[in-house]
């Protein structure tokens, strides 16, 4: 990732997309429909761009290549550590959460996913998943 650039800008709602795009060109033709898709009139929530980004990396678990997949897990790292609160707040919650309720779908391939996290993602992961999943021996 452009390392470089990150150190004279934080991420923010302004720019995290260029970011997503330079690092994953595939993703461009789902973005570009999601766009225009949206009535340009009407302030466009993050909350739907996250989750055209959170679709896209769903597919990359199931059939992306383990390169793509290494570059998520950096990208999504970059977004927790150097996006603002609003870019903290979405990946931590709503990626991570929608990752996280199609993890639990039988036969999807999560541990392609979660063997490459780092270690922010992962303590969000975790509590992510914690949410997510019941475990009855906490119980007894």
């Known amino acids: ?8 800008m934080q991420i923010d709602r ?11 060109p595939a993703f461009s033709n789902q973005w570009h429909l999601h766009l225009e898709s949206w009535n340009p009139i009407i302030p466009r929530p ?6 055209q980004f959170a679709e896209f990396t769903l597919k990359a678990i199931e059939t992306g290549s383990d390169t793509e997949l290494d570059r998520l897990a950096v990208t999504i790292e970059l977004m927790l550590v150097e996006g603002d609160p609003v870019i903290n707040y979405a990946f ?38 914690i949410r997510h999943s019941v475990d009855a021996t906490i119980h007894h």
Do not use: C
């Not at 990732?1 to 004279?8: D, R």
């Not at 993050?46 to 989750?51: E, N, T, V």
């Open 46 to 51: 993050i909350a739907l761009d996250i989750a």
């Open 92 to 129: 931590r919650t709503m990626f991570l959460e929608q990752i996280a309720n199609r993890s639990h779908q039988a036969g999807f391939p999560i541990d392609r996913f979660t063997s490459k996290l780092q270690s922010q993602t992962d303590h969000y992961w975790r509590a992510a998943n």
């Open 14 to 24: 302004t720019n995290w997309m260029e970011l997503i795009l330079r690092e994953f």
């Open 1 to 8: 990732l452009a390392k470089e650039m990150v150190e004279y």
